[in-house]
């Protein structure tokens, strides 16, 4: 893969750097040049007096060894002094940067190249920067006693363009966020390391540090022009028994405060030397964590937590990205309270406090949250604490069990709950205080609450129901993930779910993930995440529901790895040479679908119905209207089957000559022979098993093996002019036909096995062309039912299917050859179908094809 990447700096424009550059920079280094260039020229330096790369000193050798600069800041125009003409450039020099990649060797560049740079420069104004991915320091000079003496103080330091370098302590609003809480942290950790702390105490101090940043910072949020505790004290000449001082009786004040929150005793005394703290001070004092963006604070939470006590937060937290889109949809207002009933590690509540912070600085009074487990609990709030928060709402609470101590009482509720057939209820006190802890009958034709309590129900459904029953009534809003077994599965447990839904709320939109979308967390099962809006009064009946749009979406790219643990960051990249590409702000741009759906969803119709949600301008989003869901017998909310590309496949294909499939083929049941007769292996007898994996795409192969041999899921008894097609989410593009040879195969139970009904011969080859075809895959994809790569396609919904008809005659002249040596034997169509539809020799629309086998459609 390309190691480029294209960066816009303001001198240059957009740039792609490799490896090295002509200035034998890094990447890295590129990059954090532009990002000192931009802050540069914030503070009102022309970029027309900005020199990139000059020579500050020849020396040796008749000038020919040089000593370099990464770029110049002039008091004139560079146009005006010639880049072979040191002396005269080093006259106007106002800005001198050295920049690195990262922090390993900072000592060592400051007093290698940094210093000796002012040196360089006459004018005693000028001043030194030094750049990398954890420090931005700032040098100037002064004359004392006849000498110039060199000092160091942090990059807020430096002045506007016209004036003078002026050292003060720092206010709130002079604290900056940063990119890397991990390569800050690393940086006070080498230097504990080197003050002979171990590994578990190099942690607890850090967590002493961070209780009194996130402490003072809070103390001074409401206050932002007044100077902050923790200072640059080294730049400011405070003394090093003063730094102690003061840092101890911050840390006193920071504990007391949070101490109630944490998990473990924290000293109110730090045991470094004062003068290793005026260092770790000069590294800390100028950042914001509080103000740092989500991912940033997540990615060094989880690190932190690890090593200091030994949790393994993975099984916590839900991706930021997830749960920042699922906000946005929600939409939160201001004065409005958001509840999370299983919060986990408060992903939710995180990325609501985050979004309503800017327009009220005490959102955090909105922000509740409940779970059961107390290391969960002590999870979300250092999280909520790492976020900014400086009181929680989060408590231990058995959120089933006090179910009723809350109804109706959140504008927004949001939650994953815990979800799988294992994970399950059965205290009858529980079961009883929920309409789906109870068995439900069917009373001529509609569900109604027995009065039978249910011996255990998924914990995941309760859940849902107590998200319902919470939210206010009258448009309080709910988003739950679900798997998607709970919006399709047909089990009565699960239509019940579904109806519960409809009758007490309206659905606003459901969007569904890829497969291994939350593998990182332990769930490998596919899910979507369904908004909803609570009902003023249940509905009696389904017959009830009106007509109202719902939006639909399916996102396809997540922005990480989804199919493994790791789930590594994926960014966008030039499509030409594949180079990653930053944005305006200078960061990388995720390759997601968030953005793109969301947008989607604000100019979708139901935006207009649901008014919480964004609107847009126009109405150009996917929509469909909730009476497409009592269509169906079974209420499916499964939302890949209401996708915009099954529906608007489906419609190109009625638009023109087809046939449904259960009007071309007989569907035969598993151990049935053609008359409907129960058959039966002979343990004695050879046969041929024909296993999925052997089934391609018109043949197939088998293993020899006996009756006795045979695994249990070998059901067919196949017949010549048998036709297979697996009917499993994950192999959906297998099938075969069974030819003249067929004699004692047997085939696995993943396929469904059907045959051309009498009358109907002619229509073969466009059956069998057709499932050569991504439309035909499209299709069963968007039918299957389930929440992972086992999903199946019934037989009433594999009815629904539509064939599209061949139309060229010369078309089906030349498949014909290929289905009489199909009747004959085995042989692909795969190749000759593909080419041909590409030819345009067979007109059946070909929706793209998906770029990874986790898309759902």
């Known amino acids: 893969m390309s190691n480029k990447i294209v960066i816009t700096c303001p001198i240059r424009?957009?740039?792609?750097?490799?490896?090295?550059?002509?200035?034998?920079?890094s990447p890295s280094e590129e990059f954090y040049r532009v990002e000192a260039l931009k802050y540069i020229i914030k503070l009102g330096y022309p970029e027309k007096n900005i020199l990139l790369e000059p020579i500050v000193k020849k020396f040796g050798n008749s000038g020919r060894n040089s000593f370099r600069?990464?770029?110049?800041?002039?008091?004139?125009?560079?146009?005006?002094?010639?880049?072979?003409?040191?002396?005269?450039?080093?006259?106007?020099?106002?800005?001198?940067?050295?920049?690195?990649?990262?922090n390993a060797k900072s000592d060592y560049v400051k007093s290698t190249q940094v210093k000796p740079m002012l040196d360089f420069a006459p004018l005693e104004s000028c001043v030194g920067i030094y750049w990398d991915n954890v420090e931005q320091r700032v040098f100037w000079q002064k004359s004392e006693s006849g000498k110039r003496v060199t000092y160091e103080g942090a990059l807020q330091f430096l002045p506007h363009c016209g004036d003078r370098i002026e050292t003060k302590p720092f206010t709130y609003a002079d604290l900056t966020p940063v990119d890397s809480l991990i390569d800050m942290f690393d940086r006070v950790e080498d230097i504990?390391?080197?003050?002979?702390?171990?590994?578990?105490?190099?942690?607890?101090?850090?967590?002493?540090?961070?209780?009194?940043?996130?402490?003072?910072?809070?103390?001074?949020?409401?206050r932002q022009d007044k100077p902050v505790e923790i200072q640059d004290f080294g730049a400011l000449g405070v003394s090093e028994g003063t730094v102690l001082t003061k840092m101890n009786k911050l840390l006193s004040r920071a504990v007391s405060f949070y101490e109630k929150h944490l998990p473990n005793k924290v000293s109110k005394k730090y045991p470094v030397k004062a003068e290793t703290l005026t260092e770790i001070t000069k590294i800390i004092s100028p950042i914001l964590i509080t103000r740092s963006k989500r991912d940033v604070v997540q990615t060094f939470y989880m690190k932190f937590a690890k090593h200091l006590y030994k949790w393994d937060l993975a099984q916590y937290f839900t991706p930021t990205q997830v749960t920042d889109f699922i906000i946005d949809v929600l939409n939160p207002q201001f004065g409005e309270h958001v509840y999370d009933p299983a919060c986990g590690s408060a992903d939710f509540l995180v990325g609501a406090f985050h979004k309503l912070r800017q327009y009220n600085p005490g959102f955090a009074d909105c922000i509740w949250g409940s779970d059961n487990s107390s290391n969960a609990v002590q999870v979300a709030v250092l999280n909520m604490l790492l976020n900014g928060d400086g009181k929680t709402n989060i408590h231990k609470v058995d959120s089933l069990e006090t179910v009723n101590e809350?109804?109706?009482?959140?504008?927004?509720?949001?939650?994953?709950?815990?979800?799988?057939?294992?994970?399950?209820?059965?205290?009858?006190?529980?079961?009883?205080?929920?309409?789906?802890?109870?068995?439900?009958?069917?009373?001529?034709?509609?569900?109604?609450?027995?009065?039978?309590?249910?011996?255990?129900?998924?914990?995941?459904?309760?859940?849902?129901?107590l998200c319902v029953k919470q939210a206010k009534i009258d448009k309080g809003r709910i988003a739950l993930i679900v798997p998607n077994g709970y919006l399709g599965n047909r089990s009565s447990k699960y239509k019940v779910f579904r109806e519960w839904l409809l009758r007490h709320t309206r659905v606003a939109g459901i969007v569904g993930f890829p497969r291994f979308t939350f593998k990182s967390s332990g769930a490998d099962v596919s899910a979507s995440v369904i908004f909803l809006e609570k009902r003023e009064a249940p509905l009696s009946s389904i017959d009830k529901l009106e007509s109202y749009p719902v939006f639909v979406q399916l996102i396809e790219n997540v922005g990480w790895e989804a199919g493994n643990k790791r789930a590594s960051t994926i960014y966008k990249r030039d499509e030409v040479d594949g180079s990653l590409i930053f944005d305006e702000e200078g960061e990388l741009i995720i390759d997601s679908d968030f953005a793109s759906s969301l947008e989607k969803i604000s100019a979708s119709i139901a935006s207009n119905e649901f008014d919480w949600l964004e609107q847009s301008s126009n109405y150009d989003g996917w929509a469909i209207d909730i009476s497409e869901v009592l269509y169906d017998d079974d209420l499916t909310l499964d939302p890949k089957r209401y996708c915009e590309k099954y529906f608007s496949l489906k419609e190109e294909y009625l638009q023109k000559g087809h046939v449904m499939l259960g009007d071309l083929v007989d569907f035969i049941d598993e151990r049935k022979d053609l008359d409907g007769n129960v058959q039966r292996l002979d343990p004695s007898k050879e046969y041929k098993y024909v296993e999925l994996q052997r089934i391609g795409q018109g043949d197939y192969d088998y293993e020899a093996m006996k009756g006795w041999q045979l695994p249990s899921r070998a059901k067919h008894f196949a017949l010549s002019g048998d036709i297979y097609f697996a009917s499993i989410w994950s192999s959906v593009d297998k099938w075969c036909y069974i030819g003249d040879e067929a004699e004692n195969i047997v085939v696995t139970n993943g396929c469904v096995r059907c045959r051309i009904k009498d009358g109907k011969e002619q229509l073969l080859i466009d059956f069998i062309?057709?499932?050569?075809?991504?439309?035909?895959?499209?299709?069963?994809?968007?039918?299957?039912?389930?929440?992972?790569?086992?999903?199946?396609?019934?037989?009433?919904?594999?009815?629904?299917?539509?064939?599209?008809?061949i139309d060229s005659k010369t078309a089906r002249k030349n498949l014909g050859l290929f289905e009489e040596s199909l009747k004959k034997g085995r042989v692909t169509l795969k190749n000759t179908v593909s080419e041909m539809i590409r030819n345009d020799e067979i007109s059946i629309q070909y929706p793209k094809k998906r770029k990874s086998h986790m898309y759902l459609v």
């Open 13 to 25: 424009g957009q740039i792609k750097v490799g490896k090295k550059t002509k200035g034998k920079l």
């Open 69 to 102: 600069s990464d770029f110049a800041v002039l008091n004139i125009e560079v146009s005006q002094v010639s880049r072979d003409d040191p002396e005269a450039l080093l006259e106007h020099a106002l800005i001198l940067g050295e920049v690195k990649k990262d």
């Open 192 to 222: 504990l390391h080197q003050a002979a702390f171990d590994h578990s105490q190099r942690y607890e101090i850090i967590l002493q540090l961070i209780l009194s940043k996130i402490f003072d910072e809070h103390s001074f949020a409401g």
């Open 406 to 465: 809350r109804l109706n009482k959140y504008d927004v509720v949001v939650c994953n709950p815990p979800f799988g057939t294992k994970i399950v209820e059965k205290r009858k006190s529980v079961l009883k205080l929920f309409d789906l802890g109870w068995e439900w009958t069917s009373i001529d034709g509609e569900l109604d609450k027995s009065d039978i309590l249910l011996d255990s129900q998924e914990t995941g459904i309760l859940f849902a129901e």
């Open 769 to 805: 062309t057709f499932m050569c075809t991504e439309g035909w895959t499209s299709q069963l994809r968007a039918l299957a039912r389930g929440s992972d790569g086992l999903a199946e396609i019934n037989v009433s919904d594999l009815k629904k299917v539509i064939i599209p008809l």
